[in-house]
């Protein structure tokens, strides 16, 4: 007989919080003649995790010990998600249980279904203690999931004593996975420059282009002054082009940043549209008519040829590579709400709920009465399980869509859910 979703509950916290008598009892009176391991193993809730699951995420050493060495469980058994009770023990950043699942036979080198190890959870949280006990137990510094390496996760979370450790243990700064941007250019975009001097200190290159991106003309681009002297001087070439076709001297002017500007102008080719090759005429000529034209027509031809390969890319399914040119795209113009729309899409098939509400909230801001662009929100609350803000979205789009059946549909499903309190 399955357990209902109260016993589920009870069950869940008695591990969660170490009540070792609670637990056991309440095995017992669910066990129906199929022993103890299988009624632990047959205990699960709705994302696959059993009361092994909730005893190392909670920090709770004694019940794992009880689980592991008494009721024989694996120690290596996965939810839904391809978690293991290492991958959660060492998320919630908990040593002694992810030290004891180690010594009793956890595997640090399994993946879950989207490819991270417990060591991206690691880099991830920024626990250097946790970190270290990884590493020495042989988890693997470069290993790839669907959302990057272990050194992308600690860059992107600005975690700098993670990312000086992995680099210590030879983490590779220039190794991408699915083309997401660099750690280089991560740390660029969020602006963090300890982990950018980190980086580029070990040997990271600062002329690897991704997501569109050049780090020195997105440096340019942002005013960043220091990022891009420090770029020069790391080797980074200033004649570099981004896929809307211009240089970091461009991009730097159209942001009006003198500074850089100054930088840059000595160091780069003359651009034979400039009639005037001085400083002066760069800053004069990339705010006249002329040359707005002339980028526009680049910028759309960038735009195009990027949406064309990113719809080309869905249609087989890649939704990575998708979602790269689809990003190629977004640099060359940011305010296309249809690009941030088939981005959260990726995401939303990808099952990443938080992701795809992200690029949906951004379309919805740069075309608020367009229908779809609420039916994304409404499609990742849905994923993160939060059925009331979905049915929220879905009547938003269904008031400026009344006719839609797909989306009156879409609405009446997450009330239901909402209702059932699934």
Known sequence: MAASEDEIT??????????????EQLATELDNGEGLSNTFTRVKDEEGRTALHFAAGGGQKHVCDYLINHVKLDVNMKDANGDTPLHLAVLFENFPTSMYLIENGANVLLSALKGYSPLHCAAETGNTQILGLLISNGAEIDSVSDSGTPLQWAAAKGKKEAVQILLDHNADPNKVAYDLYTPLLTTILAEDVECFELLLKAGADPNIHTCGLTPLGYSASRGMTKIVKCLLEAGADPNAIDTSGLTPLERAALCGDHE?????????????????????????????????????????????????????????????????WYGEAKSANPNDATLYSNISLCWAILNEGDLALSEALDCVRLRPDWPKAHCSIGAAYKILKNYSMAAEAFLEALKLDPENKEIESAYQEAVKLESAGT
């Open 10 to 23: 009870r069950f869940r916290e008695a591990a969660l919080n170490g009540d070792l008598n609670l637990l």
């Open 260 to 324: 850089s500007v100054g930088i840059l102008f000595p160091l780069t080719s003359r651009i034979q549209s400039f009639p005037d090759w001085s400083i002066g005429g760069v800053m004069k000529h990339i705010s006249s008519e002329e040359a707005g034209a002339q980028i526009e027509v680049t910028m759309k031809e960038a735009l195009q040829l990027s949406k064309s390969k990113g719809d080309e890319a869905f249609k087989k399914k890649d939704y990575i590579n998708a979602m790269f």
